[in-house]
């Protein structure tokens, strides 16, 4: 197998260059500042064998190897343990050890020898060496380009003069189009999940995130102060007392919530260097821990306040208080965890829902606003909520006659943006399947012999049929299934 070199000066769009190779074809892929959730314990990492790592019997020695973390930042927190340095050969010793089972992988690494010291860069090399025997490696480095070159079978020069062109080996004038498309060869990788991935979200997510034991402390401080302000409040101040514990149940979360957006990111560059089997599992598993999360502090909200005042007992008001704030939080869960959208793009997007209710839902001022515009209220869970509150009810502007109707389109005004959030989702997915086509079609038209002759020379005649075969039985394996 070969070991390909990408360099060139500051600026050329190295680093660009590996994105785009990524983007067109399944690769495992380091990145220069690869992100892992800093309150990952390293020893808790499945199916990985810290002790292999050349640093480890330091922590060893010092008794907190069970304990010591990823460290790093995330959403703004400093979270301690390993260094940069240490991060970077962890992230190349777990993708070491996870491909060591499987052949004709794509490893792209871009800057490997970044922030490592001089006295671990033969650690790396022989990694480097070890992997190339049975998989195609790509890199980028600005470091120790000596001994790399001497290691490379290919090197491919970028420049910033024409960003169209790339010199590949002694050929130069290539394109940089077909150049990434003849890299972009090899398996995808095969990672078979087992409980050991379950166990180590719990582990990561529910046991040793602290972001959790923050939305408890700040939730049991929030409503303590609520239960001394708002004691012995009247029924005739229901309303008030509604709209301050939802307010509270709201910034209870918000920190958390607001946090998804780094988490979403992390994960995508964890599931890049092979930490666990699945970034769309754990995205899962990410919901339904945050939709668990808002239930219990909407049960705490009920209970404080019932305890202020009275009149509001029924079960079904806990219903009314959970879809509202799940018609204010949901967003956060569907825009954080399901796109790209960057943190303040999240952030805007996330909040419009509980900026609309305050404008469109006529439940601070009932039965005011442009006519016309205020039919909009009947889009908004609090609108419903507030046709039950005795006192109120009388106040909003045609309420549901039938307090089950009320139920029903409160639920389903809970969901509406949720339901939105889908539609455009798969329109947005439908688009891109037909934008992957139109790509491959242009793809498959670059195919030429000038693209063979360079792909013979980059992995040679042997790799090419090996490539050939596993194509072939893969086809077979489509077939029979």
């Given at each position: 197998?070969?070991?390909?070199?990408?360099?060139?000066?500051?600026?050329?769009?190295?680093?660009?260059?590996?994105?785009?190779?990524?983007?067109?074809?399944?690769?495992?892929?380091?990145?220069?500042?690869?992100?892992?959730?800093?309150?990952?314990?390293?020893?808790?990492?499945?199916?990985?064998?810290?002790?292999?790592?050349?640093?480890?019997?330091?922590?060893?020695?010092?008794?907190?190897?069970?304990?010591?973390?990823?460290?790093?930042?995330?959403?703004?927190?400093?979270?301690?343990?390993?260094?940069?340095?240490?991060?970077?050969?962890?992230?190349?010793?777990?993708?070491?050890?996870?491909?060591?089972?499987?052949?004709?992988?794509?490893?792209?690494?871009?800057?490997?020898?970044?922030?490592?010291?001089?006295?671990?860069?033969?650690?790396?090399?022989?990694r480097l060496n070890e992997m190339r025997e049975n998989h195609e490696i790509l890199l980028v480095t600005n470091d120790h380009v000596d001994t790399l070159k001497e290691m490379a079978d290919n090197t491919i020069t970028v420049s910033a003069i024409d960003r169209t062109k790339v010199q590949v080996n002694k050929i130069e004038g290539v394109s940089r189009e077909k150049a990434i498309l003849a890299l972009a060869i090899g398996d995808a990788y095969d990672y078979k999940g087992s409980w050991a991935d379950l166990r180590f979200f719990l582990q990561v997510e529910v046991f040793g995130n602290g972001a959790l034991i923050g939305v408890a402390i700040f939730t049991i401080f929030a409503f303590t102060l609520f239960l001394a302000t708002f004691w012995d409040s009247s029924e005739e101040s229901a309303a008030l007392v509604l709209v301050a514990g939802g307010i509270i149940a709201f910034f209870c979360l918000n920190p958390y919530l607001l946090s998804l957006a780094d988490?979403?990111?992390?994960?995508?560059?964890?599931?890049?260097?092979?930490?666990?089997?699945?970034?769309?599992?754990?995205?899962?598993?990410?919901?339904?821990?945050?939709l668990f999360l808002i239930l219990i502090v909407s049960v705490v909200q009920f209970g404080i306040t019932n305890a202020v005042t009275s009149g509001l007992e029924s079960v079904s008001f806990w219903v009314a208080m959970l879809m509202d704030s799940s018609s204010l939080t949901f967003p956060f869960i569907c825009f954080g965890l399901y796109t790209k959208l960057p943190f303040q793009a999240v952030q805007i997007l996330s909040s419009l829902p509980f900026l609309f209710m305050i404008f469109f839902s006529t439940t601070f001022s009932p039965g005011s606003g442009v006519a016309g515009l205020k039919e909009l209220r009947y889009l908004f869970a609090r609108f419903y909520f507030w046709c039950m509150i005795p006192g109120i009810r009388d106040q909003m502007e045609n309420c549901?006659?039938?307090?089950?109707?009320?139920?029903?389109?409160?639920?389903?005004?809970?969901?509406?943006?949720?339901?939105?959030?889908l539609v455009v989702m798969a329109v947005s997915a439908f688009m891109r399947s037909h934008k992957t086509k139109k790509e491959s079609s242009k793809k498959n038209a670059l195919k030429d012999d000038e693209f063979r002759d360079l792909q013979l020379e980059l992995y040679g005649e042997k790799a090419m049929d090996i490539q050939s075969t596993n194509h072939s039985t893969g086809s077979k394996k489509k077939e029979s299934a």
């Open positions: 197998m070969t070991l390909t070199v990408v360099v060139g000066s500051s600026g050329s769009g190295k680093t660009t260059f590996l994105n785009d190779v990524h983007k067109s074809h399944k690769c495992i892929y380091i990145r220069q500042y690869h992100n892992i959730r800093p309150y990952v314990t390293v020893s808790k990492i499945p199916n990985f064998d810290p002790t292999r790592l050349p640093y480890w019997d330091i922590y060893e020695r010092e008794g907190t190897a069970s304990s010591i973390k990823v460290g790093g930042t995330m959403a703004g927190e400093f979270t301690a343990g390993l260094s940069g340095g240490q991060r970077k050969l962890l992230l190349f010793e777990l993708v070491a050890q996870r491909i060591a089972s499987q052949n004709n992988l794509l490893i792209v690494l871009d800057e490997p020898f970044a922030g490592v010291t001089d006295d671990f860069v033969p650690f790396i090399v022989k988490w979403r990111n992390f994960m995508g560059e964890e599931a890049e260097a092979l930490l666990h089997a699945s970034k769309d599992m754990n995205n899962f598993l990410k919901t339904c821990l945050t549901p006659a039938d307090d089950g109707d009320n139920m029903l389109y409160m639920i389903l005004s809970a969901l509406i943006g949720v339901v939105l959030f």
